[in-house]
């Protein structure tokens, strides 16, 4: 018998106005037995009128049993002065 729940979820926006895009990606898992949930999530932004675009993932673990948990989290933007890439 599994005790264990998972959802996935994506949403997607696009405005060809102003050449921009976003995508959000989700997904929890959640497992009873072991105590143990995780929840991963990530965030793209492009706009080609100003030639930048970011990415910003998350990622939480967390452990009952054992009383751990972990979070992870990660942060990308590039922008262009002149065709010249600069990241930050």
């Known amino acids: 018998m599994s005790q264990t729940c ?4 994506s949403h997607v926006e696009v ?6 895009s976003s995508y959000t990606n989700s997904h929890l898992n959640a497992d009873a037995m072991s ?3 995780s929840y991963t999530s990530s965030h793209n932004v492009d706009d080609v009128m ?6 910003t993932s998350t990622h939480i673990n967390a452990d009952a049993m054992s009383q751990t948990w972990s979070y ?8 262009s ?5 600069i990241y930050s």
């Open 72 to 79: 992870t989290s990660a942060r990308i933007t590039q922008m």
């Open 81 to 85: 002065w002149h065709g010249y890439p």
């Open 15 to 20: 405005d060809a106005m102003f050449g921009t």
């Open 50 to 55: 100003s030639q930048t675009w970011s990415y």
């Open 35 to 37: 105590q143990t949930w």
């Open 6 to 9: 998972s959802y996935t979820g």
